[in-house]
């Protein structure tokens, strides 16, 4: 098993390259420390809620949503798999190998998005390493959270395309606070940094919904493969 979760992980490693993740972690720190200036400039308190509605709200979701669907080949999750299930090994490591390649390359991306952004937020001012323990604490469990949900939508649809509906679901449907908005890690993710709550949960409730649907969908995911 741990075989197979190893070739599973250098499968999926391999279509997500470390030149490509760090251009990328590249590209977002440009932007999250951009965002941070221009907001610090006319509004300094409001500078690191922007730059964690930017992590949160855009940078998260996409990386995973591009980490799961590149390190699964941009095919559904038995075809990814399939390489090393004709050498006779057993999909559902395989599988396992290919979410953990995804989780790490998310979170290859998004902390040092986060880390900078809000390092150029805060600059001298108090609260920069609380915030950063907190939220980065957030971005792994985010991280999981949306890794699964995509894993999961990857065995749905021609081509595990599901994912792209369920990226589309996450930011409108999730964006509410309503009890539709349950199965969607956006609307979790928003209630515990201060905002709408969801479903009258609490944060330490969304802090369990967040978990409960990691594991759920990842589980889930892996029932569904093809044997």
């Not at 949503?65 to 990814?80: F, K, P, R």
């Not at 604490?137 to 999981?144: C, D, E, N, P, R």
């Not at 065995?155 to 349950?182: K, N, Y």
Request: aromatic share 8%; proline share 5%.
């Amino acid at each position: 098993m741990m075989r197979a979760a190893r070739l599973g992980f250098a499968l999926g490693w391999s279509r997500l390259p470390p030149r490509r993740v760090a251009v990328l972690a590249l590209l977002g720190t440009l932007a999250s420390s951009g965002v941070a200036l221009a907001v610090r400039s006319s509004s300094p308190l409001a500078a690191p809620n922007v730059v964690a509605s930017l992590v949160f709200g855009l940078v998260l979701p996409l990386t995973a949503y591009g980490a799961v669907s590149t390190g699964s080949g941009s095919t559904d999750l038995s075809s990814a798999t399939w390489p090393a299930a004709r050498r006779g090994f057993s999909r559902r490591p395989v599988a396992m190998g290919l979410a953990l390649a995804a989780f790490v390359a998310t979170l290859a991306v998004v902390f040092p998005v986060l880390l900078v952004g809000f390092g150029v937020a805060y600059r001298a001012t108090p609260g920069f390493s609380k915030d950063c323990v907190t939220s980065g604490g957030l971005v792994a469990l985010g991280a999981a959270a949306y890794v699964s949900a995509f894993s999961l939508a990857s065995t749905a649809m021609r081509r595990g395309r599901a994912r792209s509906l369920l990226l589309c679901l996450d930011f409108f449907v999730g964006a509410f606070g309503s009890a539709f908005s349950l199965p969607f890690p956006r609307a979790h993710l928003r209630s515990l940094l201060g905002g709408e709550a969801v479903a009258m949960l609490s944060q330490r409730q969304s802090s369990g919904a967040l978990l409960t649907l990691t594991l759920v969908a990842f589980v889930m995911a892996l029932v569904r493969l093809r044997r």
